[in-house]
């Protein structure tokens, strides 16, 4: 029967990453960003207790029980497909302990695939290649993480509340939040509760309604929310929508903490580099530069503004501007990736538009320093220090994927196929500096965009 086996060795006990892995956001953490996993239903990690996912196989979607079994504590758990795509499956994960405060992580997969002979035979190798690239990329995460949190503990774990929970940043925040002992409250329409273990209060903006007393206790809350902002040309209605589902859910957010007798102590707000426009050139850009003139930069304006409410109320607010967000689960690269893969990739315009970027692995971390790090307030660029310009991203996503870039999209296409959306996103030029996330200490785990992208697509 095949085996794979992978070990790394870990800064922290052994204990620490047995507890870190029983939290509910560790699925979600080790989930690898390029594999179409949807979680159903998770239980604290207790003997029989059971973890429900989706796997996307093709154009097939497969549901995987898995049950935990061989619990001892801060040493071991075992996960024993129920139902699923192999034949057999049993998962040994293992903290031994190695030294003061480090630990031997060992992951151990025994499996068997279906039609026994026939396809270890056609599908052994490829297996084998998928766990070689899946758990270099969960290793890697564990270790940052564990470093992350370890470094940035606050006495007590932190209450935070959530709006926009359910995005791509929303995604990855609760996960990397959870799995780091802080409680999550997300900010949900509908009253429908969470399968990962989190609560909901009731919520809806555009009605101008929100149970605040879900809100009591919070010591944080950040808010994420937003109609996609590249979901289409910007008619009329649409650049209605987008504001709309921006600033008056800040505002509503805003007005309910400044109401209340016990306010959160800080606000993270999602913004976007937008701010200082699309037609800056070469322009070195930080917090203090000022804003642009066209509608992404008003927009921005107008959300950044929509937190006075708060600020008035003495709450610590911050407003993260956010770069071009690098997942292949959502935004830009994941509509960059199929024609790429494909061969279809090339420059946009001239290719010499600067884009500032934000790997999705580092997102969380920056909101999380956010929120613990007292001397932050105000405006706070969340882009990689590495911006590039249009041609070197496209050169260096084919070089990660392997695949030729020699088919352009000139600027007449892009402003026929998307109009004034296309022109102000894609053709725009922002090349903004992290300068208030660097003077804080804050250090990037993807500074460079290659890195980033290896990381992100499991390209190594």
């Given at each position: 029967m095949p085996v794979f086996e992978k070990s790394s060795e870990l800064p922290v006990s052994g204990q620490a990453a047995f507890e870190w892995h029983c939290r509910p956001g560790a699925f979600g953490r080790l989930a690898p960003p390029w594999e179409a996993v949807e979680l159903v239903e998770t239980a604290p990690v207790e003997d029989r207790s059971r973890t429900c996912f989706r796997l996307r196989i093709g154009p097939f979607r497969k549901l995987w029980v898995a049950e935990h079994r061989d619990i001892q504590p801060g040493l071991q758990f075992c996960d024993?497909?129920?139902?699923?795509?192999?034949?057999?499956?049993?998962?040994?994960?293992?903290?031994?302990?190695?030294?003061?405060?480090?630990?031997?992580?060992?992951?151990?997969?025994?499996?068997?695939?279906?039609?026994?002979?026939?396809?270890?035979?056609?599908?052994?190798?490829?297996?084998?290649?998928?766990?070689?690239?899946?758990?270099?990329?969960?290793?890697?995460?564990?270790?940052?993480?564990?470093?992350?949190?370890?470094?940035?503990?606050?006495?007590?774990?932190?209450?935070?509340?959530?709006?926009?929970?359910?995005?791509?940043?929303?995604?990855?925040?609760?996960?990397?939040?959870?799995?780091?002992?802080?409680?999550?409250?997300?900010?949900?329409?509908?009253?429908?509760?969470p399968a990962d273990g989190t609560s909901a209060v009731e919520w809806n903006p555009a009605?101008?309604?929100?149970?605040?007393?879900?809100?009591?206790?919070?010591?944080?809350?950040?808010?994420?929310?937003?109609?996609?902002?590249?979901?289409?040309?910007?008619?009329?209605?649409?650049?209605?929508?987008?504001?709309?589902?921006?600033?008056?859910s800040t505002e509503l957010l805003s007005k309910t903490m400044a109401s209340l007798a016990n306010p959160p102590k800080v606000f993270v707000c999602a913004s976007a580099i937008g701010f200082y426009g699309g037609d800056r050139g070469d322009e070195l850009l930080n917090e203090d530069s000022q804003p642009g003139s066209k509608f992404i930069s008003q927009l921005c304006q107008d959300w950044e503004n929509a937190v006075a409410p708060a600020r008035e109320a003495g709450i610590r607010v911050i407003n993260l501007r956010i770069g071009v967000v690098l997942s292949p689960q959502g935004g830009a690269l994941q509509k960059m990736l199929l024609p790429f893969k494909l061969g279809g990739g090339g420059v946009v315009g001239n290719g010499k538009q600067w884009w500032s970027w934000v790997s999705i692995e580092d997102l969380p971390r920056i909101m999380l320093h956010c929120l613990t790090t007292e001397s932050l307030s105000g405006p706070v660029n969340a882009v990689a220090p590495g911006a590039v310009n249009n041609r070197d991203f496209t050169k260096t996503l084919g070089r990660v994927l392997r695949r030729p870039t020699i088919v352009p999209m000139p600027a007449f296409a892009v402003r026929l196929g998307f109009g004034e959306m296309g022109e102000e996103l894609l053709l725009g030029s922002t090349r903004v500096q992290p300068d208030r996330l660097t003077q804080s200490g804050y250090e990037f785990a993807f500074p460079e965009l290659e890195g980033a992208l290896r990381s992100v697509l499991g390209r190594s």
């Open positions: 024993v497909q129920l139902r699923g795509p192999f034949a057999r499956w049993q998962h040994t994960h293992r903290m031994q302990p190695h030294g003061p405060n480090r630990c031997l992580l060992s992951d151990r997969i025994e499996y068997a695939l279906p039609l026994g002979f026939l396809g270890q035979l056609f599908g052994g190798r490829l297996i084998q290649r998928q766990l070689e690239r899946s758990f270099l990329f969960r290793h890697e995460v564990t270790k940052r993480d564990l470093q992350f949190h370890a470094a940035s503990r606050t006495s007590t774990p932190m209450k935070i509340a959530i709006g926009g929970s359910t995005g791509l940043v929303g995604s990855a925040l609760i996960p990397f939040l959870t799995t780091g002992g802080h409680e999550v409250v997300r900010l949900m329409r509908g009253g429908k509760q009605e101008g309604t929100i149970d605040s007393t879900g809100l009591d206790g919070c010591d944080a809350v950040v808010h994420l929310g937003g109609h996609n902002i590249a979901g289409g040309r910007w008619s009329t209605s649409m650049k209605n929508r987008l504001r709309e589902s921006r600033v008056n």
